[in-house]
């Protein structure tokens, strides 16, 4: 297998240093895309705002996270063989650590063509990092040292077209989900020992049956990929959290539903948004919604609490929606962006960004980056007219979401992972 390859030449020392800001999980520390504290530059190129580049020898979708000026990226081999983890240095591209943390004999096939085995992104923390791998397996390990401190991998779902949700921590809490097409639970780690404190099956009755009563493509209508996202609301936290055919809302810290809503698809990858108490959760496959839910509410809400509903083509499949300041931003895979009132679900405007887009954006509250699949970044100005401030291009497109480090953006393509800096 290859190393990790410093591609020479892009270094750019400006002697500003990189600050040892946390980006801590999948769409950062408000589970959300919220960029705050930030100065991210708002043009680049191969050549211009490039602090480094190495190359990475595994393919993984996972977004980086960055804690101490470190940063952690997973990969695995092509068939699913062999996970490994990688730290790289925020401020010079240099490899800390290169490590193999399982292996499989036999994996199951993907059958999936924008899934990988190495999609789940990390959870870091001071100290300590968590890589995730779905059912193949889960590891806390020393950020100073590289050592393994444990590991888990007996937490077991048949994914069937690969893992794809990302671990959420929570207080003492590592949280992971398991929606397969075998089974359907939640779970909740002690972060520092790895035993489980809670387990939360689905319980869902799914409507996939065929006239045998035999769930329908293996059960492929019952799994699902979506990150939980933590929401707090009158001092309450909940983690709200999309399964196949149903929006589920858990008390983070004991696993207990609080509430949910049933729907008619399947498959979510979508991860939901909130703002002032409202959920904002795309239902999944066939046909998806968009719902805006009243997180109040307890047990059964679907006829009661569901506030304002949007269907049609360009509800997104993959890329998670923003909220800023009473507007929901949702961009759908086939590159149509549209800016919603969060109160009424009206469309205030739509526009094509042009290409797909698998990868979330992110935002700083002014302005808002979307990662294309050619390498084509959009830079858009929030608010309720459509203003593009930069369009940046690299060479190899973008699977997995970008994370932020102080003023500096973490970007991994398909085949690289870029330092970009403004000078």
């Given at each position: ?144 040292t590289g050592e393994v401190l444990w590991k888990r991998d007996d937490l077991k779902c048949r994914h069937f077209r690969g893992p794809g949700s990302s671990p959420i921590l929570y207080k003492n809490l590592l949280i992971l989900t398991f929606d397969g097409i075998d089974q359907q639970y939640v779970v909740a780690l002690d972060k520092l020992t790895g035993k489980t404190v809670w387990k939360s099956d689905r319980n ?220």
């Open positions: 297998m290859k190393r990790l390859i410093l591609v020479a030449g892009l270094i750019v020392m400006n002697g500003t240093g990189i600050a040892g800001d946390s980006w801590p999980c999948f769409r950062g520390p408000t589970s959300d895309g919220t960029v705050t504290d930030s100065k991210m530059p708002l043009t680049w190129s191969e050549t211009n705002n490039v602090r480094w580049k190495i190359a990475l020898p595994l393919a993984g979708w996972s977004t980086p996270v960055s804690q101490d000026n470190q940063i952690w990226v997973t990969g695995a081999t092509e068939k699913g063989n062999n996970f490994f983890a990688y730290c790289v240095a925020l401020e010079t591209g240099k490899v800390l650590f290169e490590k193999q943390l399982f292996t499989c004999a036999t994996p199951e096939p993907l059958m999936n063509a924008v899934n990988g085995y190495a999609s789940p992104s990390g959870a870091i923390e001071k100290g300590r990092v968590y890589l995730h791998f779905g059912s193949y397996g889960t590891a806390c390990l020393d950020t100073g869902i009755k799914f409507n996939d049956l065929n006239e045998k009563g035999e769930p329908k493509g293996e059960g492929d209508f019952r799994k699902g990929f979506a990150t939980p996202h933590i929401m707090t609301f009158n001092g309450k936290d909940q983690l709200i959290s999309p399964a196949s055919t149903t929006i589920i809302s858990l008390d983070p810290e004991t696993g207990k539903e609080l509430w949910r809503v049933r729907s008619k698809t399947h498959t979510p990858a979508v991860s939901a948004v909130s703002e002032n108490g409202i959920v904002f959760a795309v239902t999944g496959h066939g046909p998806a919604e968009m719902l805006a839910i009243n997180s109040v509410g307890r047990g059964d809400i679907t006829d009661t609490h569901v506030l304002w509903r949007m269907g049609g083509k360009d509800i997104p499949v993959t890329p998670s929606p923003v909220v800023i300041k009473g507007l929901l931003y949702m961009l759908a895979d086939h590159g149509i962006l549209n800016c919603l009132d969060v109160t009424t679900g009206k469309v205030i405007w739509r526009e094509s960004l042009g290409g797909n887009f698998i990868a979330s954006p992110i935002h700083d509250g002014e302005k808002i980056y979307f990662f294309s699949l050619s390498g084509k970044t959009l830079v858009l100005r929030a608010g309720r007219t459509f203003e593009k401030l930069a369009e940046n291009r690299l060479d190899v497109g973008f699977m997995a979401s970008p994370a932020v480090s102080g003023n500096t953006l973490i970007l991994r393509t398909k085949t690289h992972l870029y330092a970009i800096e403004a000078k």
